[in-house]
């Protein structure tokens, strides 16, 4: 096992990871409405805006594990809405919201990432 920064070409692989971890360790039941969107917000953005701030832990294989930051979360979140959201707004026009609460909730943070900085933050 080793440890090295994380790049933009790691989405892919950090990705898989989120989703196969996304339940307390459990991967994302096979029927999810949208598996992409649950690494859209909790770890892709941090890959394309903040790459300084990844570790990969990988194998022989390939990456098996990560850990992604911001600096400065309310800057972050700022950027995020700028140039993430945009990135993935014909996907999240095409999302059926009303199928799913947790679908409808990871949307809304997609488009308002802010809503995950405590009370006070901004």
């Known amino acids: 096992m080793r440890i090295r920064p994380g790049r933009p070409t790691d989405a892919a692989a950090v990705a ?11 991967p994302l039941p096979r029927d999810h409405p949208a598996p992409w ?18 570790r990969l832990l990988l194998d ?26 945009p990135r993935l707004s014909e996907q999240v026009a095409g999302l059926d919201v009303a199928a799913s609460a947790e679908v409808a909730e990871l949307a809304r943070l997609l488009v308002d990432p802010r809503r995950m900085l405590p009370p006070g933050m901004e």
Not at 16 to 26: E, F, K, M, S
Not at 37 to 54: D, F, H, I, N
């Open 16 to 26: 898989a990871v989120c989703r196969a971890t996304a339940r307390l360790g459990a």
């Open 37 to 54: 969107l649950v690494s859209a917000v909790y770890a892709e953005p941090y890959l394309a805006l903040e790459p300084g701030t990844a």
């Open 60 to 85: 022989d294989e390939g990456v098996v594990g990560y850990a992604v930051a911001a600096v400065d979360s309310a800057a972050f979140y700022r950027r995020w809405v700028r140039e993430w959201t």
